[in-house]
């Protein structure tokens, strides 16, 4: 039984540049949320999907935008990257319907330089 | 008020140690509550999950005080291992599928 794998696990970007994230959520999980972690933080939701939509929304701004498929997977995409944006991504993988209980994949270590 | 408030510590406390951690909230329409143990540069992992009754597992005890909106963690017979940042996680009201996260706490477990 997989559980939640997201990719890449480390990534340096350039300020300005794009970047995406993939997220694959725990075997018969259907909901996917996408957290920002900063150092010393506790995680920052930025949105969860769920039947292919974006359901909820954090207080982010339009730079970062995400995709589910059909297989429940999903992507996270941020646009003109800053410096601020270095953190961990954290993708978790729910059932709907469920109570809470959230699984988290590795994250993404993403450094902006 | 933020949220979902904790203690960010650090404790410090010898093998063997009894501890206990808090974590407040302000929706008192909060319906679900967790702990998740995260270690350094690694995702969090679901610890328990606290219900009404609190719930034990282990050397683990959950308990929910609602008339003060907290949760608690405790931790008996402290080892090594348990050292982590414990964070807290309660629903929003709104949506029972979004968490809202605590800072966590920091415990670190001597020898």
């Known amino acids: 039984d997989a559980g939640v794998t997201q990719s890449p696990t480390h990534l340096i970007k350039t300020r300005g540049q794009q970047v995406t994230l993939r997220c694959s959520p725990k075997s018969g999980h259907d909901t996917v949320s996408w957290y920002q972690q900063a150092l010393g933080q506790g995680p920052q939701f930025i949105f969860q999907y769920y039947e292919e939509e974006e359901r909820q929304r954090g207080n982010f701004p339009d730079r970062f935008s995400g995709h589910q498929f059909p297989n429940y997977s999903s992507e996270l995409n941020v646009n003109a990257l800053l410096l601020g944006d270095s953190a961990l991504y954290l993708c978790?993988?729910?059932?709907?319907?469920?109570?809470?209980?959230?699984?988290f994949g590795p994250g993404t270590r993403l450094t902006v330089t | 008020r933020k949220e979902v408030e904790q203690d960010p510590g650090p404790f410090n406390v010898p093998e063997g140690a009894t501890v206990a951690f808090n974590c407040t909230y302000s929706?008192?329409?909060?319906?679900?509550f967790f702990w998740y143990r995260q270690d350094c540069r690694k995702e969090p992992k679901l610890l328990m999950s606290?219900?009404?009754?609190?719930n034990e597992d282990g050397r683990f005890t959950a308990q929910l005080n609602r008339a003060s909106q907290y949760i608690s963690l405790l931790i008996r017979d402290s080892k090594l291992s348990d050292s982590a940042t414990y964070l807290c996680a309660v629903n929003d009201a709104g949506n029972n599928r979004k968490l809202i996260w605590g800072l966590g706490t920091s415990l670190a477990v001597n020898p």
């Open positions: 606290v219900y009404s009754s609190g």
């Open positions: 929706n008192s329409a909060s319906q679900s």
């Open positions: 978790a993988s729910s059932l709907a319907g469920s109570v809470g209980e959230q699984y």
